[in-house]
């Protein structure tokens, strides 16, 4: 008797939304990738159906805070190769939200835009990316948030950490 209603639960549920419109699914997923041998980990909130303006959650822990890194959408680099092209570019004027410069140690110009790094090495960034960066469309091309070391040092490839996402259609 007890699997009988069941199913009969279960055939209501289906019958229940048979006659509605179909949902658009809604941005979700997060996603945490930790860099090998290392405590370095990044946390990228939603990564999957992002819209057209998509507004993501970045973290980070373990980085080290005498190298700044910049957090951006970029094309999913090669292994050991710098990420590029990237959203927001180099934003060393703070007034793109499409990516982010944390240092704990900028230059002098850029002691008032950089977000320093929190304990151990930790950073909380919101960015809003679009799904295109110049000619390159991320709903084709594959694409990440990333970290890689700022332009003070553009050649340190031990920043690097990325975050595939997907954006809807």
């Known amino acids: 008797m007890r699997s009988v209603g069941i199913l009969l639960t279960s055939a209501a549920l289906v019958l229940a939304g ?3 419109a179909p949902a658009t699914a809604a941005p979700g997923g997060t996603v945490t990738v930790t860099k090998a041998k290392t405590t370095m980990s990044l946390t990228v909130s939603p990564v999957r159906r992002l819209g057209g303006q998509a507004t993501v959650r970045v973290r980070g822990r373990g980085f080290d805070p005498t190298v700044g890194i910049y957090v951006a959408l970029c094309v999913t680099p090669r292994k050991g190769r710098q990420p590029s092209p990237c959203g927001g570019g180099v934003n060393i004027s703070g007034a793109n939200p499409a990516s982010a410069w944390i240092s704990s140690n900028p230059p002098p110009y850029g002691k008032d835009l950089a977000i320093p790094f929190g304990p151990r090495g930790r950073f909380d960034v919101t960015l809003t990316v ?3 960066i110049g000619d390159v469309d991320c709903r084709v091309t594959s694409c990440a948030i990333v970290t ?7 050649g340190y490839r031990r920043a690097d950490l990325a975050v595939p996402v997907r954006f809807a259609g």
């Open 18 to 20: 048979a006659g509605s």
């Open 130 to 132: 679009s799904p295109r």
């Open 148 to 154: 890689r070391a700022d332009h003070t040092r553009p």
